[in-house]
Structure formats: C-alpha cells, structure tokens
C-alpha cells in the first residue's frame, strides 16, 4: 500500500511536534524560580514578572504553557501553584524533582532559547531561531523555499478543512494574504470552482508558491500578487481576505495595521478570515495554543491570541460580526468579521 492522501485531521502530528516544548517549559520555569514563587503567594504576572526580574509578556506566555500542564493555575488575574507543582516542583518541598531537571538544561537547546526570551524580552540570535526572513520585506530565494515547504506540510489539513466550510461556497473572489506556498488558495480553488483565487506575498514567497500552483494543476486558476503588504498597495475587488498564521506572527499594534489596510480594500460586505489556533478567554491554555505561542515568542514578534483579543483588533479597524467557529483540521479556529 502507497502513501495515503492528507487526511483532515493531523492532531496527532501537531501533539509530537509540540511536545518538544513541554520539559523545557518546566526546566526553564524551574531555574527561574516560577514554581517556588507562586507556590507560596499567588502573583499576578507583572507581580511575578518583577520579583523574578523577567520580561512580563514572556513570562505571561510561559505561565499559560504551565497551566495548560496542570503545574499553575490562574483566579482572578493571579497565579499560583497547583498541588502537583507544589509537590514535585517547589524547591523547599521533600519530593523537589530539580536536581534531576537540573541536568537537561545544557541538553535541551530549547531551554538556553527560553531562558534568554524571559531575561530580555527579545528573541535570541541562534540556529534556532532569529529573525523571520518576512519581517525584513525581502528573502533570499533558498529561504523562501524551506519557508514554502514547512508552511505546507504543516497546512494541508487545515487548508482542506477551511476549503470545505460552506460559508465559502457563495464567495466570488478570494485573496489569500501572506501566502506562503499558496496551499489554502490552492485548497480553495481546487474546492470551489466558481471562485476566483488570488495569492499574495513577497515576491520570492509567490514564486514559491507558483511551484505549488503549477504542480497542483491549477494554473491560471490561481492569480499570483507579489505584495509587500505593508508598503505596497493591496488588490482591491475580492470579497473575502483570508490570513492564515498571519495575526500571531505580530504584535497588536501591527496587527491593527494589518487589519486596517483590509478593511480599506474590502468592499462593503466583504469578509476577512483568520485561520489559527485560539487561546481560551482567560489566557492560560489550552496547551496546542500556549506551546504554540512558546514558538512564536522565540521566533516572531507575536503570539497565539484569544477570540476577544482578536475581536479588540478587528472591530478597532471597523469590522463587525466577529464570531469563530472550528473549523476542523486539527486545532485551528476560523475567525470571521465582515465590513459594513
């Protein structure tokens, strides 16, 4: 038997990558002291940012990785331990597991990357991470090739799992926004044959994502824009903006430019879409969402955000009717909101 199509569901695969964040997350808290601080008082985050002298908003992220674990736990926008973390993990406790952990934070690369996030604040230049080849507006053409090909291996289901959404069954026109290798605009065209599909990017991604297009036989279905889109106008005339994995690389207030400039080339009516993995309300998991916010915060300017905090962005820009729905695929939510 040969290889199987995707499926529309890659939970499996998503639980093993994202694993790798899971004993660093403990060891880095461990070293910093995060268990034996809000194991005796419980802190708020800025409270607990500022007794252990750490970036609040990398530590914010951390904490919502440990309570996703079951290790803290937040009430009424303080933390503290829970009964496991305060068995295992408090450094005065009998059953203290940190000399064992000791050991893994020169074997974890992961643990050295985190521990530099939470002193600074900013990401750390090393082999793991720097910074994205996007936010400097251009790439060499070998990166935007191994951006291409992660972006769609880790795509395919979410990208079959959005297409099927009947809500895009009546849309005329459709422009999917940072791109990538162009796998939900291909998944779109291949879905809906009325649609007519745009894909834009920087002009190396698009070439990228024309592989795609051309090895998917959907050329000449799928219209490529080669678009800076923060400096460079926007195509005008679509009827729905789709960002997928777009929001969380970037802070609010770039986000609000984002959301803005779509808002200003959507006609009235028109929709944009977010395709990405929700934080609950309360900001501490779940765990797919908060480890994944680990990998943005080492990597990007942004974060995993919650449906309010998404809305907070969108309705800022004008938009209205802000609501989510799963859309299958794995652990991704489709946020929508439409311009009046």
């Known amino acids: 038997m040969g290889p199987l199509p995707p499926t529309q569901d890659d939970r499996a695969i998503w639980d093993i990558w994202q694993s790798q964040y899971t004993l ?23 409270e607990l940012a500022a007794q252990l002298a750490v970036d609040a908003r990398a530590l914010g992220l951390l904490l919502a990785s440990l309570a996703s674990l079951g290790l803290v736990e937040k009430r009424a926008e303080r933390w503290s331990a829970t009964p496991a973390a305060r068995t295992w993990l408090h450094p005065q406790a009998a059953g203290y597991w940190g000399p064992f952990l000791y050991r893994f934070r020169e074997t974890i690369p992961l643990h050295e990357v985190l521990m530099a996030v939470m002193r600074t604040g900013k990401r750390p230049e090393t082999r793991y991470t720097g910074v994205a080849e996007w936010e400097r507006g251009t790439m060499d053409q070998a990166v935007a090739r191994r951006i291409a090909d992660f972006m769609h291996a880790h795509s395919l289901a979410p990208a079959a799992a959005v297409a099927a959404q009947a809500e895009f069954a009546h849309i005329p026109s459709f422009l999917d926004i940072g791109c990538g290798s162009g796998v939900y605009g291909i998944a779109m065209a291949a879905a809906h044959p009325h649609m007519a599909v745009t894909v834009m990017d920087l002009k ?42 777009i929001f969380h690389d970037w802070s609010e207030a770039t986000n609000a430019i984002i959301a803005a400039k779509s808002f200003a080339a959507l006609p009235s009516g028109g929709r944009i879409f977010l395709s ?40 800022g820009a004008g938009f209205t009717d802000v609501r989510a729905t799963r859309s299958g695929g794995g652990y991704y939510s489709l946020v929508s909101a439409t311009k009046p």
Not at 204 to 224: K, N, P, S
Not at 289 to 313: D, R, V
Request: glycine share 8%; charged share 15%.
């Open 276 to 315: 990405e993995i929700l934080m609950d309300d309360a900001l501490d998991g779940p765990w797919q969402a908060a480890s994944f916010s680990l990998m943005m915060l080492t990597g990007t300017l942004g974060k995993q955000y919650s449906l309010p905090q998404l809305a907070e962005i969108l309705e």
């Open 204 to 245: 190396e991604m698009v070439a990228e994502a024309a592989r795609y297009v051309d090895a998917a036989g959907l050329t000449g279905r799928v219209a490529l824009a080669p678009v800076n889109m923060f400096e460079e106008a926007w195509p005008t005339g679509h009827h729905a903006h789709f960002f997928a994995n």
């Open 24 to 46: 660093p997350a403990v060891t880095c808290a461990d070293e910093l002291g995060v268990f034996g601080a809000v194991g005796d008082t419980a802190l708020t985050t800025d």
